[in-house]
């Protein structure tokens, strides 16, 4: 079993649409996939509870109970995916032990990347692997093209995969559904296949390095 956590400490980073069309990528790769939702505000549960489309089971955990919870909820599962909790610490730090990599969703704003100072330490406090994922981008600006160079000093790896300002990311998450589903040949959903592939590709690397 694989896990992967989408954290940040910032609220309106993107965090719950790109772990509810990563988990469900993975689903609908055939990966038995569970999705845990560790924010409070329930938007992965209630995207779950609405759907009537082919997605992933969807558990809520709350808490620093992560790390014994999702051992025991995951047994059965692939992959884990753990949508995290915006400013509540204790949540997120469980949620990094529990998780074989970190992806810290990001706008391009200083607000957004500084905040992701606390979620990396607790990564690099715990040796588990880390990796920013640009989010909401909005392309051809200034901004979309300047963000790494404003990454490089935390000296963690930028994800190739990114995600833009679509209006079908917020339309399928209200649907129920994942924009693979909603619009299955447009932007939206292509940007997330490169982003499952380009994780499956790390979760390869990780199995192949731990044996």
Same mark, same amino acid.
């Given at each position: 079993?694989?896990?992967?956590? #989408?954290?940040?400490?910032?609220?309106?980073?993107?965090?719950?649409? *790109?772990?509810?069309?990563?988990?469900?990528?993975?689903?609908?790769?055939?990966?038995?996939?569970?999705?845990?939702?560790?924010?409070? $505000?329930?938007?992965?549960?209630?995207?779950?509870?609405?759907?009537? /489309? +082919?997605?992933?089971?969807?558990?809520?955990?709350?808490?620093?109970?992560?790390?014994?919870?999702?051992?025991?909820?995951?047994?059965?599962? +692939?992959?884990? #995916? *753990? @949508?995290?909790?915006? !400013?509540?610490?204790? &949540?997120?730090?469980?949620?990094?032990?529990?998780? +074989?990599?970190?992806?810290?969703?990001?706008?391009?704003? /200083?607000? @957004? *990347?500084?905040?992701?100072?606390?979620?990396?330490?607790?990564?690099?406090? &715990?040796?588990?692997?880390? !990796?920013?994922?640009?989010?909401?981008?909005?392309?051809? &600006?200034?901004?979309?093209?300047?963000?790494?160079?404003?990454?490089?000093?935390?000296?963690?790896?930028?994800?190739?995969?990114? &995600?833009? $300002?679509?209006? /079908?990311?917020?339309?399928?998450?209200?649907?129920?559904?994942?924009?693979?589903?909603?619009?299955?040949?447009?932007?939206?959903?292509?940007?997330?296949?490169?982003?499952? +592939?380009?994780?499956?590709?790390?979760?390869?690397?990780?199995?192949?390095?731990?044996?």
């Amino acid at each position: 079993m694989h896990v992967v956590s #989408v954290l940040s400490e910032k609220g309106g980073a993107g965090k719950s649409t *790109i772990a509810t069309n990563l988990a469900t990528a993975f689903h609908l790769n055939e990966t038995r996939t569970l999705l845990v939702d560790a924010d409070p $505000q329930g938007t992965a549960r209630e995207w779950g509870a609405s759907s009537d /489309a +082919d997605t992933p089971v969807v558990a809520g955990v709350e808490g620093a109970s992560l790390g014994d919870d999702v051992p025991r909820l995951g047994g059965q599962f +692939d992959v884990v #995916v *753990i @949508d995290g909790a915006p !400013r509540l610490e204790e &949540t997120n730090v469980a949620a990094v032990r529990a998780s +074989d990599l970190v992806l810290v969703p990001v706008r391009p704003s /200083a607000a @957004d *990347i500084w905040s992701a100072d606390t979620i990396l330490q607790a990564c690099k406090a &715990t040796g588990t692997s880390a !990796r920013f994922v640009v989010s909401s981008q909005v392309v051809g &600006t200034a901004l979309a093209k300047r963000v790494e160079e404003s990454l490089d000093s935390f000296n963690v790896p930028v994800m190739d995969a990114r &995600t833009s $300002q679509r209006v /079908a990311f917020t339309e399928a998450l209200g649907a129920g559904q994942s924009v693979l589903q909603y619009k299955p040949n447009g932007k939206a959903a292509g940007e997330i296949e490169a982003l499952h +592939d380009e994780v499956q590709a790390l979760l390869n690397q990780l199995s192949e390095t731990n044996g």
